[in-house]
């Protein structure tokens, strides 16, 4: 079984930049897409943007223009920067990996503060 474990969170002001890391404890590939997901205080957790093994991506209305997906299949490493942070991006954010037979797979989660 394959264990994601993200990292890189923390404080940031307005503004600012983060880059998360989604490390998998296996390969990668065997993913059909790795996204990251968030969970703000009182709300669902919402898609933010994914990433196919073929490296096509997707975002969500809200980050698009702000955070960049990629990936390293040499690292089996997933990683999301995070620019023009906003207060309204204060959540955990959590990596998945989804497989061909639709089981998920979820990390953690690194919580991700942004002040005004």
């Known amino acids: 079984q394959v264990q994601l474990v993200e990292s890189g969170g923390g404080l940031v002001q307005f503004g600012g930049s983060l880059r998360l890391s989604c490390a998998a404890s296996?390969?990668?590939?065997?993913?059909?897409?790795m996204a990251w997901y968030r969970q703000a205080p009182g709300k669902e957790r919402e898609l933010v943007t994914a990433?196919?093994?073929?490296?096509?991506?997707n975002y969500a209305d809200s980050v698009k223009g702000r955070f960049t997906i990629s990936r390293d299949n040499a690292k089996n490493t997933v990683f999301l920067q995070m620019n023009s942070l906003k207060p309204e991006d204060t959540a955990v954010y959590y990596c998945?990996?989804?497989?061909?037979?639709?089981?998920?797979?979820w990390g953690r989660g690194t919580q991700v503060t942004v002040s005004s």
């Open positions: 998945n990996g989804d497989l061909a037979s639709g089981i998920h797979y």
């Open positions: 296996g390969n990668i590939l065997i993913f059909n897409a």
């Open positions: 990433i196919t093994r073929g490296a096509t991506t």
